[in-house]
């Protein structure tokens, strides 16, 4: 092909100080990349776990993100889908023995599993209907774990208390910074593979269904069996998420996974930015440290309006940021640059 | 083929035989069941009664996505574009049927999904230049004018390689001195990529001037189906539709 035509098909790429946005992208990338890796050495063993919880959420809203933001379908009982993954995890550690490296694979298919066959009732159900059946997979989850016909494998109302990983000798790593590591290492790749995904056929056959359904499967996608696989990835990513969180935590119980981790979730897709990989990390520590910084901004006048602050804080970012925090980078970015020059 | 919607019967009997290479014209007042016809033949409706054939295959046994899979592609009167995405994005969508890369295969980028995706790509770069749509490319759809956004409509539709084009009134949205391109598109779309295509319009001259075979609905009969002169001059038509123009 002559070269006027490849230039003519790649995509704008304007400039942004003079540096090409596509330059920027590669230096934040780095730049972020050597962030992660110093982390731990730059702070103590607790925000270490903090840190490590941060990116965990950020893969479970990614995986709602696939679902919502992607898909178009609701969920708000995906805090559900993190106990199966937790439990999973758990139960293989504790009564299998299962190294815990190898419990998220499973863990993995089991939400995969579940996932996909709610997917089929979800078929049947648009917008808030959805949101109203997923919200009572939510609510049902802590109580099914307490169950007491299950309580040999779940500990019923107890919970199963799951030895935490320990660094091997040979990283001189603490436990801490091992498991962070051990984590943003998944977290990683887990982000490459859905920003590979969602650029490509499965990825715009998803999107295609959230923008307009009638037209994506007169353009011969097969809806439903998009919308059900998507249902069973987006619950595979949480169920890691969970099952990551089992043996970080150290510990699982039911009230762990309350309706309000569902909606914490949700948060997270929202503020992050609906229908942006990278925005999950952004949800993930927004979700994880705004209650707390919340509390503290609110003990200087009273205790008790923790919450409220928290929630002005949220009413103030969908109030400003639309389009999530990765929507306001995208769109500060398309302020500044300049529009594209042809040659060089 | 017939269909009723509570007490309205859209469609009355209507049969139309549109052969290979053909330019089937379809014209009829408003409302008259021209688009209920194609959201039939894509099974988005289930007639009531009636038989569909598509290349020896009988179409009311399939499912919507697998009409598209068989070569039949069609466009909105309504426009019914994925707005979020670009024009590259929704020509690609365009060409899902012709490419099976999976969620395992493309989160991997397995070699075989991104030389199948760079083939995608080259297809729809080649129905966007021929629709002459390279400087909207990159631009969202929602962004674009009405008639450009019908033309992006139609590469979709070409891009997933169908033997069988239905374009529900393509010139809605285009000025008046834009119509003679757009007859000549149809006519390249034919000539030389060899699709056969069921074109309704409101505007009765481009139909009358491209189509080798006409038909005209009124209230959900057919009243003439005959060449492009013939249909002119049948006193019926006349009175139905063309004498109200
Ligand atoms: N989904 C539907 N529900 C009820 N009535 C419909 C529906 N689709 C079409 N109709 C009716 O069928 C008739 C034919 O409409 P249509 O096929 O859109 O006409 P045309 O495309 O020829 O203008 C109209 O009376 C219309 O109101
Ligand atoms: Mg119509």
């Not at chain 1, 863990?107 to 109203?132: C, D, N, S, T």
């Not at chain 1, 119980?253 to 979730?265: C, G, H, I, N, R």
């Not at chain 2, 006193?235 to 004498?243: K, Q, S, T």
């Amino acid at each position: 092909m002559p070269q006027s035509d490849l230039a003519r098909r790649s995509p704008p790429d304007p400039k942004l100080f003079g540096l090409r946005l596509s330059r920027w992208n590669r230096t934040m990338l780095a730049l972020g990349l050597l962030a992660i890796v110093a982390a731990p050495h730059l702070m103590e063993d607790f925000s270490v776990f903090q840190l490590t919880k941060a990116a965990i959420y950020a893969i479970a809203i990614l995986g709602l993100n696939l679902l919502t933001g992607f898909n178009g379908q609701f969920s708000l009982g995906h805090g559900a889908f993190y106990a199966v993954g937790a439990y999973t995890s758990a139960i293989l550690m504790t009564s299998f023995g299962m190294h815990y490296a190898l419990t998220i694979p499973v863990a993995a298919l089991v939400a995969f599993v579940i996932g996909f066959g709610f997917g089929f009732p979800a078929l049947r159900l648009e917008g808030l209907y959805l949101a109203l059946a997923t919200f009572a997979l939510a609510v049902a989850a802590p109580q099914l774990l307490k169950f007491s016909a299950l309580e040999d494998f779940t500990g019923g109302v107890q919970g199963i208390v799951v030895p935490r990983p320990q660094a091997p000798a040979w990283t001189g790593l603490s436990d801490d910074a091992w498991l962070y590591y051990f984590t943003v290492a998944w977290m990683l790749a887990l982000f490459v593979l859905a920003a590979n995904l969602v650029n490509a056929r499965p990825g715009r056959a998803m999107k295609a269904i959230r923008d307009n359904p009638i037209a994506a499967s007169a353009m011969g996608i097969n809806t439903p069996l998009y919308k059900t696989l998507t249902f069973g990835v987006s619950a595979a990513y949480t169920g890691v998420a969970g099952a990551i969180s089992a043996f970080v935590v150290g510990f699982v119980a039911p009230d762990s996974f309350t309706f309000f981790l569902s909606v914490a979730l949700l948060v997270g897709v929202v503020v992050g930015g609906i229908g942006s990989v990278t925005g999950a990390i952004f949800g993930g520590l927004f979700v994880l440290y705004v209650p707390n910084f919340a509390e503290e901004f609110a003990g200087v006048f009273s205790k008790g309006l923790s919450w409220a602050a928290y929630g002005t804080i949220l009413i103030a970012i969908v109030y400003l940021m639309p389009s999530g925090l990765a929507g306001l980078v995208r769109w500060l970015v398309m302020r500044a640059a300049q529009p594209r020059q042809t040659g060089d | 083929m017939s269909i009723n919607f509570g007490g309205i019967v859209a469609l009355d009997g209507v049969t139309i035989d549109i052969a290979p290479g053909e330019i089937f014209g379809l014209i009829g007042p408003n409302g008259s069941g021209k688009t209920t016809l194609f959201n039939c033949l894509s099974r988005l409706y289930t007639p009531n009664s009636g038989r569909i054939e598509f290349k020896g295959q009988d179409v009311l046994a399939l499912a919507p996505h697998q009409v598209t899979t068989l070569g039949l592609s069609r466009t909105f009167q309504n426009l019914a574009l994925f707005s979020s995405m670009n024009v590259v994005d929704n020509v690609l969508v365009g060409c899902h049927v012709r490419s099976r890369s999976d969620y395992v295969s493309a989160a991997l980028r397995l070699p075989w999904a991104r030389r199948e995706e760079d083939e995608l790509i080259d297809v729809a770069w080649r129905w966007i230049s021929e629709l002459g749509l390279e400087k909207v490319a990159y631009e969202a759809v929602s962004d674009l004018p009405f008639g450009t956004q019908k033309q992006v409509e139609m590469t979709r539709a070409l891009a997933s390689g169908p033997d069988l084009l239905l374009l529900d009134e393509p010139a809605g949205g285009i000025a008046h001195d834009e119509i003679s391109g757009l007859e000549r598109l149809i006519r390249r779309i034919r000539d030389e990529h060899g699709i056969t295509i069921l074109l309704v319009e409101h505007n009765v001259g481009l139909v009358m001037r491209v189509s080798d075979r006409v038909a005209v609905l009124d209230f959900g009969k057919k009243i003439a189906d005959a060449g492009p002169e013939e249909v002119q001059r049948d006193p019926e038509v006349i009175r139905a539709y063309l004498g109200t123009e």
